[in-house]
């Protein structure tokens, strides 16, 4: 069994940076392709970004130069830097570990941004 707790989200003004973090149980975070999403109010949840086992990133066009994923398999948490935020990334943040055909979630960080 994989718990994933997230952290690091909060209230920020347009223009402003968060870096969001969703640490691991378990002994297959190294093992496991790893993934933020986002769901805003009445929209379906989305990808917001990924990584490999290898290190390989994929950044969703919307956010696309602003934000970066990484990961730390020494300390089983995987991270999303987010810089110059717009109002339309407000959203649940959800980070999740797919092992093999096993999806595992977080329970969601708010992120809000707002002058």
């Known amino acids: 069994q994989v718990q994933l707790v997230e952290s690091g989200g909060g209230l920020v003004q347009p223009g402003g940076s968060l870096r969001l973090s969703c640490a691991a149980s378990g002994s297959i975070f190294s093992r496991s392709a790893l993934g933020w999403f986002r769901q805003a109010p009445g929209k379906q949840r989305e990808l917001v970004a990924s990584i490999s086992t290898g290190g390989s990133t994929n950044i969703a066009g919307s956010v696309k130069g602003r934000f970066t994923i990484s990961r730390d398999n020494a300390k089983n948490t995987v991270f999303l830097q987010m810089n110059s935020l717009k109002p339309e990334d407000t959203a649940v943040y959800y980070c999740?570990?797919?092992?093999?055909?096993?999806?595992?979630w977080g329970q969601g960080t708010q992120v809000t941004v707002s002058s």
């Open positions: 999740n570990a797919v092992f093999f055909a096993t999806v595992y």
